[in-house]
């Protein structure tokens, strides 16, 4: 007698059987026969993943879009104008009740892990202490992992630093950085160092908005490597963004890759985002914005895509969907074939997941009991329908669930009905 039996359900791997939980764990998979359950969920046909994990976030600034007025330009620098205007005017309880939604939303979808930076250019900490809250809210059923972010610059804001050490020790989880946007690049490499000191200290993670630009002597994923692996940091750090990347010299990059190696950073691209935002400079030519994605998946880095922002001041769309991350990021990185399109489905699944460390993760027995049913066959057929999910399971209670979308055909001499899905109509 289990809790709860999900069964028949096709895995990733394309392995099909039952899962059997108890609490909030996995006790079983296997074909579980007769066995009985207090509820049995059928998946039989459809995928069974492990949630998603959105590794790069901004759940501050998520759901404010239009406040108080729109990004007219649509760039990078007019979105953190527009947001330091916002953080004047925004309360602590405007920031739960939209971070509260934005939850919601990715209950919905199977998004049960996030790493949001929180905005800690602001005296007030008012941001710190809404998502402190709002972390303690959703814990069963959503890992938010927050890091501290000096949005304006680390040294380039005057308080930005003294906030930053106050927000790690009101209890903020991972230590960010905007090496890019210090007044000069000897203080972008001098504010990695401190930070990546102040992380070993205190045994903390480290997650920095790194080289998000196109100008391709913004090198301080140099110096992150560098000190990731002077610190003893290997496998703790993430280089969010690494934009700068697509335009660096290819000898130089030849070097680089390696180190970023060495270090075993992760990196996180955000190609909704950096789609959006790099290239505005250019005429044509216009560059993607994309870093290299698929040279660094080659040389064995850790490399999953993030959402960064949903309906903020930089980004007007977004839906707490990871599988619309991972569609816009095969695309702008052609990884179009079948093992490249399995790979973008791993990483907004188990590559993120190593990012942010999360432990018991995955389809196995004794991982938590967390996990989505997808209205599609395989991992390819998600990312193409960008498929309902079905049924979100969290630490081993049904959280979610959305019926099947089936249109209803009128033509004479076709099916009644019609759901896109390959071979089934
Ligand atoms: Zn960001």
């Known amino acids: 007698m289990f809790d709860l039996i999900v069964r028949g359900g096709t895995l990733p ?3 099909v059987c039952d899962i059997g939980i108890q609490g909030d764990r996995i006790v079983a998979m296997d074909d579980l026969g007769a066995a009985t359950a207090g509820r049995v969920v059928e998946a039989a046909g459809d995928l069974v993943s492990p949630p998603f994990v959105d590794p790069h976030f901004h759940m501050d600034a998520t759901l404010s879009y239009g406040l108080p007025r729109i990004n007219a330009s649509g760039t990078l620098l007019e979105g953190i104008g527009l947001w330091g205007e916002l953080k004047q ?7 739960v009740a939209r971070a509260l939604q934005y939850c919601d939303w990715a209950a919905s979808m199977g998004l049960l892990a996030i790493r949001s930076h929180v905005d800690t250019c602001d005296d007030r900490l008012l941001g710190v202490e809404a998502l402190l809250d709002v972390r303690e809210r959703v814990k069963h059923y959503i890992d938010l992992q927050l890091v501290a972010f000096p949005q304006d610059g680390f040294y380039r804001d005057p308080t930005a630093r003294a906030n930053t050490i106050r927000a790690l020790d009101m209890g903020v989880d991972v230590v960010g950085g905007i090496p890019h ?4 690049m000897a203080d972008g490499a ?6 990546c000191e102040i992380a070993a200290e205190r045994g903390l993670m480290v997650d920095m908005h790194c080289d998000e630009t196109d100008d391709p002597m913004s090198r301080h994923i140099e110096t992150l490597a560098y000190e990731t692996r002077r610190l003893n940091l290997q496998g703790r750090v993430a280089g969010s963004h690494l934009t700068s990347m697509h335009s660096m010299d290819n000898y130089y990059v030849s070097k680089l890759l390696p180190l970023m190696v060495e270090a075993e950073i992760n990196a996180i691209p955000n190609p909704l985002i950096n789609i959006v935002l790099q290239g505005r400079h250019d005429s044509f030519p216009k560059r993607r914005g994309l870093t290299r994605v698929r040279e660094m998946l080659a040389m064995g880095i850790n490399v999953g895509w993030g959402q960064d922002c949903v309906l903020d001041p ?3 769309l977004g839906t707490a969907d990871m599988l619309d991350v991972a569609f816009m990021g095969l695309h702008v990185a052609q990884m179009t074939s079948p093992q490249d399109m399995r790979t973008c489905f791993d990483m907004v699944t188990v590559n993120n997941a190593r990012t942010l460390g999360l432990a ?3 389809l196995h027995v004794g991982a938590r009991a967390s996990l989505v049913i997808l209205d599609a066959g395989d991992p390819i057929e998600a990312l193409r329908l960008r498929a309902n999910r079905l049924c979100v399971i969290a630490n081993g209670k049904v959280i979610s669930e959305t019926p099947r979308a089936d249109a209803t055909l009128n033509l004479p001499g076709r099916p009644d009905t019609v759901r896109r899905r390959h071979g089934a109509g």
């Open 13 to 15: 791997d394309g392995r």
């Open 89 to 95: 005017v925004m309360t602590q309880d405007d920031v």
């Open 360 to 362: 018991d993760y995955g």
């Open 190 to 195: 001098a504010s990695v160092t401190e930070l």
């Open 181 to 184: 946007f210090e007044r000069t």
């Open 314 to 316: 930089w980004y007007s």
